[in-house]
């Protein structure tokens, strides 16, 4: 009988889960922006040849986590400030949107976890844990995108929150942002449980743009 593992390459393409395992690497901080990506390097890594490398940084490269340049090879992308507020504006768009679409259609259990993640974050400060604080917030982030029933707005939200894991170091999460950001995430919540789509999606745009603020304001560009 196949084994899980033979089933999964089955399923997959190669190219898809090289694309995958760079992807993991590259957001967990193991390549950093601007590093250069050896393709003779992956091949000796993954035990292949150039071609399945080759089409998953091709998809990489869409995705916009990596660029290709002419005459020097792949990178990791490096986001200038500017880059990265622009990239803001859009995920705004998208999350408020998000926010509309699931105060239209919210149930009692969903609304009930969405309380429960602000609760935790809530903990989180009064321990000052950034970490718990941090994956509370995405997890929540990621829920209200994912129960919107619009997964063209989820693919093109997470692209956009992966490109911004590139400039996590410029927006380092400090204890007063993370009360600010929490009473933000009281009212986004609220305005779901309220079922009142325009509240919802005003709460849901104002989040985003705070924190682009705070990004400027990092980069001293405020």
Known sequence: MPTPEIELLKSRSLPMLIEEEIQRVILSGQYAP????????LTLRFG???GPIREALRSLESSGLIEQIPNRGVFVRRL?????AQIYDVRAFLFALAGRLLALRA?????????????????????DDTERYLRENFALHEFIVAHAANPVLASQYLSLIKQLQLYRARNL???????VSNREHHEMVEAIAARDPDRAQAAHMAHVMSAK???????GLS
């Open 107 to 127: 149930s009692e259990a969903e609304i009930a976890t969405l309380r429960g993640f602000v609760a935790t974050m809530d903990e989180a400060i009064a321990a």
């Open 173 to 179: 999460m400090l204890v007063d942002s993370m009360q």
């Open 48 to 50: 292949t040849s150039r």
């Open 80 to 84: 200038t400030p500017e880059q990265a």
């Open 34 to 41: 601007g590093d250069r990506i050896n393709e003779k390097e």
């Open 213 to 219: 603020h705070r990004l400027m304001a990092n980069a």
